[in-house]
């Protein structure tokens, strides 16, 4: 049982997706290869790659956008921004409480401290590292779903460095000129203002002390990462320097950077570095990516570092599942947003259900993300099962297990139809001074048939994501010449023509002018 | 601006300006052959080769050619040059082959490089253009049609170089960046026409309107020093135009006065040393009794030569490596624990030799 995003129970499309579907209507076959060649073209000009590990050939690869985008309409728009507001607000309080305040949630008994502490995401460098506003987690981005029964549910947090924001920009931008009829009349929210939002949640978390026009950069592991594509985009966006390690230094615990004209001092870095390739005095010491002293700087508070470092316990697919408790106990309030229902493996009853019940389950790594190492009970051979058993009866804390979501379905194009794939929703929530969630997110799609794995690392694909405004007129344009009564019948049919008739210019005018 | 920003500005310059040098050179040196000896076709390929300074490599030899060689080398050229050259196949190697540091090919793909960690810093359709021009030369099918369609795959790629110029002075901000990526191209343009001067000069004395044409066409300089020059054309003159000329753009002295304007603009303190000795050499160019300069002309070539290679070695110590490796033991890692803070300002010890940029710039 899938819920259908376009279709209701009755077979009807849903109002929201009428005017879009009827533009689709009209186009053939071959429109459609046009647009999609246009679309493949554009991305390959301008480089919008993504760089999949460990594939022989050609390792950069066009990001696959395809072209029927997901609508969400203003009402359940509202209620989504409402639920991950509250989420992520809980999850900063939490972070902050693990990191520099006094642990409260472990000792009023919401959370065993054996699962903070048996984190792989739990950083001790970072205990005691404040953070201005408490603003740990200053780009967030949360996984959703939607179930057999149409209701959103959170599937996953990521709290560290969540990408995936240039795809939805671009891929906006790509929309807006492969089809902009398509967005006639629906007041599609914009998407582009992120580089200034972010900028200014940067601002807000500089070290107060060094004044009210902060130095932010953008901290890259360099041309080769996979997502280097996405930082240039953000310091652009930003109008910030986009730093590679070997670009800063740390001097006494001021982090500074080499400019043609010596060092400049930073205040904000926004890394897109791990944690642990961020510091080789603290962390991996082999890493040349990072900078020396850069956590002491941080501990000193001469620099912040957004996101900042330890987050991963707070997206621990383990931890995870108190998320609910946690917005209960910082915020007393009841979840907006459910979480997908989840076994935690170490609980003795649990398990045992969890191992009887292994090809219902999908069974998930707690630290991993990217998809990999995940386990899908009803589509696993006899033999993954086997290993899954033995993986999780030897580390119980490192797995959880998920009953199985089936995806809601939306039409991709195959090459030859549409036909409905299973997809899912990335929003993207900055938190600074004031929490914004960006309108949309990067939706991602399941180009095979019937298949729930929506990473691009693993053959997904990706969906321009509209939300529509509130001043919505929520009818389907039928007459789109609906003002003066006076139009001549001879007139065209087709939509109306912005530019009048003008004549030539007259050859009888001087040569060389501009008006 | 970051240090390794101004130096990737820098070397996407002067790589911009090899491709489109190189294709131009290219371009007249073919032109040249169609209506010649094939003795002259393949010594005019040699002073291209020259030129540009590059070993060829034995490979040339196995690129396929279409049009089979117009020109067989004979022995004598053969041991001197270690080239079995085919005219076509050198100049479809100079412009297509992604392996010789130097082709067309090579440069635009290092500028692509360059210009891809400069993402952040130049305008998207300056990266949109390189990075078109970039796939369009690794297209499997480049070489066939450089081989069939030489002029007009040469006049692409002119043409393609000149639209990023186009977008560069159009649509990026003036600033810092800006002028270190003019500083590349302008060095780089006085360097080609420099060694052109040099290995062409010898070739002028017979004064034939063909090797004058040849010559000036490298740096297509033809019209602008026909109508410069009513008098009919002396090897001389030709040299005194390429170096000295002070309006056509592509003349030694326009060049460094070029770069100077943009350096003092980078130095406000005045007297930084890459401006000094630019300052210099300029100088000794412009304000030289003219007898003087032509009567010692290699002489003079090889000494500007060697000094514009010293004023980029006098950016790269100044601008781009101002800023050492902090010695980690040196550095105290514990708050409240303080340490000396002033960096040390030792001379670097990477010392880059910047002959030439199809060997120097260390891959990424």
Same mark, same amino acid.
């Given at each position: 049982?899938?819920?259908?995003?376009?279709?209701?129970?009755?077979?009807?499309?849903?109002?929201?997706?009428?005017?879009?579907?009827?533009?689709?209507?009209?186009?053939?076959?071959?429109?459609?290869?046009?647009?999609?060649?246009?679309?493949?073209?554009?991305?390959?000009?301008?480089?919008?790659?993504?760089?999949?590990?460990?594939?022989?050939?050609?390792?950069?690869?066009?990001?696959?956008?395809?072209?029927?985008?997901?609508?969400?309409?203003?009402?359940?728009?509202?209620?989504?921004?409402?639920?991950?507001?509250?989420?992520?607000?809980?999850?900063?309080?939490?972070?902050?409480?693990?990191?520099?305040?006094?642990?409260?949630?472990?000792?009023?008994?919401?959370?065993?401290?054996?699962?903070?502490?048996?984190?792989?995401?739990?950083?001790?460098?970072?205990?005691?590292?404040?953070?201005?506003?408490?603003?740990?987690?200053?780009?967030?981005?949360?996984?959703?779903?939607?179930?057999?029964?149409?209701?959103?549910?959170?599937?996953?947090?990521?709290?560290?460095?969540?990408?995936?924001?240039?795809?939805?920009?671009?891929?906006?931008?790509?929309?807006?000129?492969?089809?902009?009829?398509?967005?006639?009349?629906?007041?599609?929210?914009?998407?582009?203002?992120?580089?200034?939002?972010?900028?200014?949640?940067?601002?807000?978390?500089?070290?107060?002390?060094?004044?009210?026009?902060?130095?932010?950069?953008?901290?890259?592991?360099?041309?080769?990462?996979?997502?280097?594509?996405?930082?240039?985009?953000?310091?652009?966006?930003?109008?910030?320097?986009?730093?590679?390690?070997?670009?800063?230094?740390?001097?006494?615990?001021?982090?500074?950077?080499?400019?043609?004209?010596?060092?400049?001092?930073?205040?904000?870095?926004?890394?897109?570095?791990?944690?642990?390739?961020?510091?080789?005095?603290?962390?991996?010491?082999?890493?040349?990516?990072?900078?020396?002293?850069?956590?002491?700087?941080?501990?000193?508070?001469?620099?912040?570092?957004?996101?900042?470092?330890?987050?991963?316990?707070?997206?621990?697919?383990?931890?995870?599942?108190?998320?609910?408790?946690?917005?209960?106990?910082?915020?007393?309030?009841?979840?907006?947003?459910?979480?997908?229902?989840?076994?935690?493996?170490?609980?003795?009853?649990?398990?045992?259900?969890?191992?009887?019940?292994?090809?219902?389950?999908?069974?998930?790594?707690?630290?991993?993300?990217?998809?990999?190492?995940?386990?899908?009970?009803?589509?696993?051979?006899?033999?993954?099962?086997?290993?899954?058993?033995?993986?999780?009866?030897?580390?119980?804390?490192?797995?959880?297990?998920?009953?199985?979501?089936?995806?809601?379905?939306?039409?991709?194009?195959?090459?030859?139809?549409?036909?409905?794939?299973?997809?899912?929703?990335?929003?993207?929530?900055?938190?600074?001074?004031?929490?914004?969630?960006?309108?949309?997110?990067?939706?991602?799609?399941?180009?095979?048939?019937?298949?729930?794995?929506?990473?691009?690392?693993?053959?997904?694909?990706?969906?321009?994501?509209?939300?529509?405004?509130?001043?919505?007129?929520?009818?389907?344009?039928?007459?789109?010449?609906?003002?003066?009564?006076?139009?001549?019948?001879?007139?065209?049919?087709?939509?109306?023509?912005?530019?009048?008739?003008?004549?030539?210019?007259?050859?009888?005018?001087?040569?060389?002018?501009?008006? | 601006?970051?240090?390794?920003?101004?130096?990737?500005?820098?070397?996407?310059?002067?790589?911009?300006?090899?491709?489109?040098?190189?294709?131009?050179?290219?371009?007249?040196?073919?032109?040249?052959?169609?209506?010649?000896?094939?003795?002259?076709?393949?010594?005019?390929?040699?002073?291209?080769?020259?030129?540009?300074?590059?070993?060829?490599?034995?490979?040339?030899?196995?690129?396929?050619?279409?049009?089979?060689?117009?020109?067989?080398?004979?022995?004598?050229?053969?041991?001197?040059?270690?080239?079995?050259?085919?005219?076509?196949?050198?100049?479809?190697?100079?412009?297509?082959?992604?392996?010789?540091?130097?082709?067309?090919?090579?440069?635009?793909?290092?500028?692509?490089?360059?210009?891809?960690?400069?993402?952040?810093?130049?305008?998207?359709?300056?990266?949109?253009?390189?990075?078109?021009?970039?796939?369009?030369?690794?297209?499997?099918?480049?070489?066939?049609?450089?081989?069939?369609?030489?002029?007009?795959?040469?006049?692409?790629?002119?043409?393609?170089?000149?639209?990023?110029?186009?977008?560069?002075?159009?649509?990026?901000?003036?600033?810092?960046?800006?002028?270190?990526?003019?500083?590349?191209?302008?060095?780089?343009? &006085? @360097?080609? #026409?420099?060694?052109?001067?040099? *290995? /062409?000069?010898?070739?002028? +004395?017979? !004064?034939? =309107?063909?090797?004058?044409?040849?010559?000036?066409?490298?740096?297509?300089?033809?019209?602008?020093?026909?109508?410069?020059?009513?008098?009919?054309?002396?090897?001389?003159?030709?040299?005194?135009?390429?170096?000295?000329?002070?309006?056509?753009?592509?003349?030694?002295?326009?060049?460094?006065?070029?770069?100077?304007?943009?350096?003092?603009?980078?130095?406000?303190?005045?007297?930084?040393?890459?401006?000094?000795?630019?300052?210099?050499?300029?100088?000794?160019?412009?304000?030289?009794?003219?007898?003087?300069?032509?009567?010692?002309?290699? &002489? @003079?070539? #090889?000494?500007?030569?060697?000094? *514009? /290679?010293?004023?980029?070695? +006098?950016? !790269?110590? =100044?601008?781009?490596?101002?800023?050492?490796?902090?010695?980690?033991?040196?550095?105290?890692?514990?708050?409240?624990?303080?340490?000396?803070?002033?960096?040390?300002?030792?001379?670097?010890?990477?010392?880059?030799?910047?002959?030439?940029?199809?060997?120097?710039?260390?891959?990424?």
């Amino acid at each position: 049982m899938f819920y259908d995003e376009h279709i209701d129970a009755q077979g009807c499309i849903r109002s929201h997706y009428q005017p879009v579907q009827e533009w689709f209507d009209r186009l053939t076959p071959a429109h459609l290869s046009a647009l999609e060649q246009q679309r493949n073209e554009s991305f390959r000009r301008q480089g919008i790659t993504f760089t999949v590990y460990g594939n022989s050939e050609g390792t950069e690869r066009t990001w696959p956008m395809d072209l029927y985008p997901q609508i969400i309409d203003a009402t359940e728009w509202a209620t989504i921004e409402r639920g991950l507001c509250q989420r992520v607000t809980a999850l900063n309080h939490f972070l902050d409480d693990i990191y520099s305040g006094t642990q409260a949630i472990i000792a009023d008994g919401i959370i065993p401290q054996r699962l903070i502490t048996s984190c792989t995401g739990f950083e001790r460098e970072a205990m005691n590292v404040s953070v201005p506003l408490g603003a740990r987690c200053v780009v967030a981005g949360i996984d959703l779903v939607r179930g057999a029964d149409g209701g959103y549910q959170v599937l996953e947090d990521n709290l560290r460095n969540p990408s995936g924001i240039s795809y939805v920009i671009e891929n906006r931008a790509a929309m807006t000129k492969l089809m902009p009829a398509a967005f006639a009349n629906l007041a599609v929210r914009s998407v582009n203002h992120y580089g200034r939002s972010l900028l200014r949640a940067l601002r807000s978390i500089a070290p107060p002390a060094c004044g009210d026009d902060p130095t932010i950069v953008v901290l890259t592991p360099g041309v080769f990462n996979s997502a280097y594509f996405e930082h240039a985009f953000l310091a652009r966006s930003m109008g910030v320097e986009l730093v590679e390690g070997r670009d800063l230094v740390v001097d006494n615990h001021v982090v500074a950077m080499r400019t043609t004209r010596g060092l400049e001092r930073v205040d904000v870095i926004y890394r897109r570095i791990d944690d642990a390739f961020l510091d080789p005095v603290v962390f991996n010491p082999h890493s040349t990516l990072g900078v020396p002293g850069l956590m002491a700087a941080a501990r000193a508070g001469t620099v912040t570092l957004a996101n900042s470092v330890g987050n991963g316990v707070g997206d621990d697919k383990a931890v995870y599942a108190y998320v609910p408790n946690m917005i209960r106990y910082y915020l007393n309030e009841q979840p907006i947003i459910p979480n997908a229902t989840t076994y935690l493996l170490w609980e003795h009853d649990q398990r045992t259900e969890v191992l009887n019940r292994l090809d219902e389950l999908v069974i998930k790594p707690v630290a991993e993300s990217g998809g990999y190492g995940i386990v899908i009970g009803p589509k696993a051979s006899d033999a993954e099962l086997h290993t899954a058993r033995q993986n999780i009866l030897k580390d119980p804390r490192n797995w959880i297990a998920q009953e199985v979501v089936n995806l809601s379905r939306l039409p991709a194009w195959d090459g030859d139809e549409f036909a409905p794939r299973h997809i899912d929703l990335r929003p993207f929530v900055l938190c600074g001074e004031q929490t914004e969630v960006i309108p949309g997110g990067l939706t991602r799609v399941a180009m095979r048939p019937g298949s729930l794995i929506v990473n691009s690392s693993q053959g997904g694909g990706s969906k321009d994501t509209w939300v529509l405004g509130t001043n919505q007129p929520n009818q389907p344009a039928t007459a789109p010449e609906a003002s003066p009564a006076t139009t001549p019948a001879a007139s065209p049919a087709t939509a109306p023509e912005a530019s009048p008739a003008t004549p030539a210019n007259s050859p009888s005018g001087p040569a060389n002018r501009l008006s | 601006m970051l240090a390794r920003h101004a130096e990737d500005m820098f070397w996407a310059g002067r790589y911009l300006e090899r491709a489109e040098d190189t294709a131009r050179m290219v371009r007249a040196t073919l032109l040249s052959t169609v209506a010649n000896t094939p003795t002259h076709a393949v010594e005019r390929m040699e002073h291209l080769i020259g030129t540009l300074r590059l070993e060829m490599p034995t490979s040339v030899s196995t690129v396929q050619s279409m049009a089979q060689s117009i020109a067989q080398a004979p022995p004598t050229l053969h041991s001197q040059a270690g080239l079995g050259i085919d005219v076509q196949a050198a100049a479809t190697a100079l412009v297509a082959s992604p392996t010789l540091a130097g082709s067309v090919v090579f440069c635009i793909d290092r500028a692509r490089e360059n210009f891809r960690s400069l993402r952040d810093q130049v305008p998207s359709e300056l990266w949109e253009q390189i990075n078109q021009l970039h796939l369009r030369l690794r297209q499997s099918d480049f070489t066939a049609t450089m081989e069939q369609d030489p002029f007009q795959t040469l006049d692409f790629i002119r043409v393609s170089c000149q639209s990023l110029t186009g977008v560069i002075s159009t649509s990026m901000a003036q600033g810092e960046g800006y002028r270190f990526l003019v500083l590349g191209t302008t060095l780089e343009r &006085a @360097l080609m #026409t420099c060694r052109l001067i040099s *290995v /062409r000069y010898p070739e002028l +004395d017979g !004064s034939s =309107y063909d090797e004058m044409a040849l010559t000036l066409r490298s740096v297509s300089a033809l019209e602008a020093y026909q109508k410069a020059s009513r008098s009919s054309p002396l090897a001389a003159d030709v040299a005194r135009f390429l170096l000295l000329n002070d309006s056509f753009p592509r003349s030694v002295l326009y060049c460094l006065r070029d770069c100077e304007q943009h350096l003092s603009a980078l130095a406000p303190e005045g007297k930084a040393p890459p401006l000094r000795h630019l300052g210099q050499l300029r100088s000794e160019l412009e304000y030289g009794d003219l007898h003087t300069l032509l009567a010692g002309l290699p &002489a @003079l070539l #090889t000494k500007i030569e060697a000094g *514009v /290679r010293g004023v980029a070695d +006098d950016l !790269s110590h =100044y601008f781009f490596r101002n800023a050492e490796t902090l010695d980690l033991h040196s550095q105290a890692i514990c708050p409240g624990v303080s340490a000396e803070t002033n960096i040390p300002a030792a001379p670097s010890k990477k010392t880059k030799n910047t002959d030439n940029p199809t060997t120097q710039h260390p891959q990424p």
